[in-house]
């Protein structure tokens, strides 16, 4: 399965301790669309099954367009766009564009056909969203998983989640409810979703998945992919810097609350 990262580490690499979540970066932002800043607490403690805009799986499925390189957060990036603005852009134009444009200094990847990081991910929503008029902004967090849950209530963003993993250590990733597991790298590299949806009642199989997202692996089709909990929480939290620790690239129409 083609991945976003196809990173040389270094097993013996010791990475600094994360110094906490930036929970207060998003209160006023998602609680203008989920109520008062005060129960934002309290809604997330008592928050069950939540997707974006509250669409359906099968609708929600329909923004995921197949990648066929190391671009899983280009079909990130134009999946959220589509969601936020109903404006579909064409990743094939943007993955050509960003890889040439590299040649000229103007880095939106760490190298031509290579991965684009959570801080890049940043640079290239804000220049497509320049280029092509669009009322989005972005910004990196790192976010505790309540809050990522919690950001699918708002109207006006989508979160990009990249998860990591060590060598033979891939997280498993699966399609709709069917038990197969869709990703099966040997080795170390990372993966960008769109987080789409929390379902606490999900399964895949007789495995319970309760966290899906809009995924790069499939045109369309008729459900989204889906991670279990502590698998999920493993593996987007590993301790890289700036890259990790529940790195969240957060994409805001411009429309609604800023942050």
Known sequence: MPLSYHLKFRKSIIFPKHRGWAKNSLINLISSTIGN?????????????????AFPEIKLAKLQTLQTGNDCAVHAIVAATELLTDVKLDPAEII??????????RFYRLMPKSAITPPLQVRLVRYLAKKHGLPLTAKLLHLSPDVLRATAEAENIASLVTIYWWFNQSPKIYYRDQPKNYNREEGAGGHTMLFAAYDP???????????????????????????????FRNSWSI?????????????????????
């Open 239 to 259: 301790p890289i810097p700036r890259w990790g620790n529940n790195a969240t690239v957060i994409i805001s129409h411009e429309g609604g609350t800023q942050f």
């Open 37 to 53: 800043v005060i129960d934002l607490d309290s809604k997330i403690a008592t928050m069950k099954k939540t997707s974006l805009k």
């Open 96 to 105: 050509a564009e960003i890889n040439s444009i590299w040649w000229q200094g």
């Open 201 to 231: 009642e999900h399964y895949s199989g007789e495995l319970h998945t309760p966290w899906g997202f809009i995924n790069s692996w499939v045109t369309a089709g008729t459900g989204l992919f889906w991670m279990e909990d502590k698998i």
